[in-house]
């Protein structure tokens, strides 16, 4: 069963102080298109109160991400996430947000540089020494509400976050919104970044996501779901809400648990990618052969 990931050689604890550049990962790279990673959060409730339907779907995805505390989580529920991702053999993420438990991240609130990194670096050390009692090590850093969508058009922000990853660990994997922003803050810190698609939320003309408060913002029919699933995975494209053709760069897939029959797109979802593998932190060279969508049409 795998345990998280290994961590590479040239890592933290065996690195020296000067690292060659051929020990360097590599920066803002893209991932290979034929091993998308399937990723889910998980922990997203605070004490007595849970999210519904985020067991449901581990069985079909490859990687995990859970809340740390901030927007959502406490220590109990990080640990049952915990045992749950080491039963699955998942890799595992760090769910970052803003601290805002009652509005659940969700809401516009505007950190200094200072304070937002400290509060990056306080969940990532969080879940990551709770982690490392389970076997664990962090694989991915994935952001949430209101961060996460400033992260889409605010380079700074994004670069503010991306640096805090370098300096916990320069081999932790930033995803975030596709785009150049989060292209150019991988660049910036030296770390590398995964874009990634979402399945039932909208995208604008500019390969956006809708905000929240458009009304066709979410999606909510299994087979509107399901189309855009296979517009992605066939042709890297989504219809976007004015009808048109949009490109989206993606190397993993946001799997929403709170979605409508969750389970069962999660099923479909990995019997059209045959060969989902996690986000992985080892140098690759690109297969364009490879790297071409491939034809899962059901």
């Not at 050689?9 to 102080?17: D, F, M, V």
């Not at 009304?215 to 299994?222: D, F, T």
């Not at 059209?272 to 364009?288: G, Q, R």
Request: proline letters at 6%; one cysteine or more; a neutral charge.
């Amino acid at each position: 069963m795998r345990r998280g990931r290994q961590r590479p050689r040239g890592s933290r604890e065996s690195a020296p102080a000067q690292v060659s550049q051929s020990q360097q990962p590599p920066t803002a790279k893209l991932f290979l298109r034929h091993g998308v990673d399937i990723n889910t959060n998980m922990g997203e409730g605070f004490g007595p109160y849970r999210m519904p339907g985020e067991s449901d779907v581990l069985p079909f995805v490859t990687s995990a991400n859970i809340a740390c505390g901030a927007h959502a989580g406490d220590p109990s529920l990080m640990e049952a996430a915990l045992e749950e991702c080491r039963y699955y053999g998942l890799a595992l993420g760090a769910h970052i947000g803003y601290p805002d438990l009652q509005g659940f991240g969700r809401r516009e609130i505007h950190l200094s540089t200072s304070e937002l990194r400290a509060s990056v670096l306080y969940q990532i050390g969080a879940l990551s020494g709770m982690a490392r009692t389970f076997g664990f090590e962090l694989t991915q850093v994935r952001p949430h509400g209101f961060l996460y969508r400033q992260m889409s058009h605010d380079v700074r922000i994004a670069t503010v976050v991306a640096k805090a990853l370098a300096e916990f660990d320069r081999w932790l994997i930033l995803i975030g919104p596709s785009g150049s922003n989060l292209l150019a803050a991988g660049e910036r810190a030296g770390i590398r970044v995964a874009q990634e698609a979402w399945l039932d939320r909208a995208y604008d003309s500019n390969g956006n996501l809708l905000p929240h408060t458009h009304s066709r913002a979410q999606m909510r029919s299994h087979n509107e779901i399901m189309n855009q699933a296979r517009s992605l995975i066939n042709y890297g494209e989504v219809t976007a809400a004015d009808g048109s053709r949009v490109k989206i760069d993606f190397q993993t897939i946001h799997l929403h648990a709170g979605m409508p029959q969750a389970r069962a797109i999660a099923e479909e979802l990995r019997y059209m990618i045959p060969n989902p593998c996690a986000l992985t932190s080892e140098p690759f060279t690109v297969d364009e052969e490879k790297d071409s969508p491939l034809p899962y049409l059901l």
